[in-house]
Nanobody
Framework: QVQLVQSGGRSVQAGDSLTLSCAVS????????MGWFRQAPGKEREFVAA????????DYADSVKGRFTISRDIARNTVDLEMNSLKPEDTAVYYC????????????????????WGQGAQVTVSS
């Protein structure tokens, strides 16, 4: 059973930086592309960032491009989301997710493509 355990969510001020982490456990033999999604109050969950199993390819939502960076440590089975220049509109519950990946360079931007999800982490950005 694959488990994703998140850490790092908290309240910050606008303009601050914050890094969310996600640790994958339960399977060290399968290939997983990873992603981050978020859900703001009253809104649907939306794609934020994705990284291929190899780590060579990344993808970002337009709203976070240039401010957020996704990275992974394959040896440690972790993926981070570094968030800079945070804005109040970034306030949301953030979820990491893992997708079985046959093609090591593929990234995935749709919820339906992901097989496992973390527990979520609240990020609140105050103005």
């Amino acid at each position: 059973q694959v488990q994703l355990v998140q850490s790092g969510g908290r309240s910050v001020q606008a303009g601050d930086s914050l890094t969310l982490s996600c640790a994958v456990s339960g399977s060290s033999y399968d290939r997983y592309a990873m992603g981050w999604f978020r859900q703001a109050p009253g809104k649907e969950r939306e794609f934020v960032a994705a990284i291929s199993w190899s780590g060579s390819n990344t993808d970002y939502a337009d709203s976070v491009k240039g401010r957020f960076t996704i990275s992974r440590d394959i040896a440690r089975n972790t993926v981070d989301l570094e968030m800079n220049s945070l804005k109040p509109e970034d306030t949301a519950v953030y979820y990491c997710a893992a997708a079985h990946s046959i093609v090591v360079i593929s990234t995935y931007t749709r919820e339906s493509e992901y097989d496992y999800w973390g527990q979520g982490a609240q990020v609140t950005v105050s103005s």
